[in-house]
């Protein structure tokens, strides 16, 4: 009978406290992908430059990276649309 009870709760507490353990979760797993990209982003931005990493590129905020285009100039183009009525 007390096994029962014990997990009873053990499931209740579960399912009460599951939004919050996957909300944590959820943020944690964010912040680690957005280090990673960042990353990725600054690896790729020292390539192109030749190695060469100037002082600039260095002092980017994370606000200007989230920011920049990731497309090159000769990639994409823009189209004129009407709108129709």
């Known amino acids: 009978m007390e096994l ?3 997990i009873i709760l053990f499931f209740y507490l579960i399912y009460v406290l599951s ?3 996957l ?3 959820g943020r944690h ?3 680690k992908m ?3 990209m960042n990353n990725q982003a600054a690896q790729a931005a020292g390539q192109t430059q030749s190695g060469k990493h100037t002082q600039q590129s260095s002092s980017k905020t994370s606000s200007e990276e989230s ?3 990731i497309f090159t100039a000769d990639e994409g183009q823009y189209v004129d649309f009407e709108e129709v009525k």
């Open 4 to 6: 029962l009870v014990f």
């Open 19 to 21: 939004p919050y353990i």
């Open 23 to 25: 909300r944590a979760l």
């Open 29 to 31: 797993m964010i912040k």
């Open 34 to 36: 957005q280090e990673q």
């Open 67 to 69: 920011r920049s285009k």
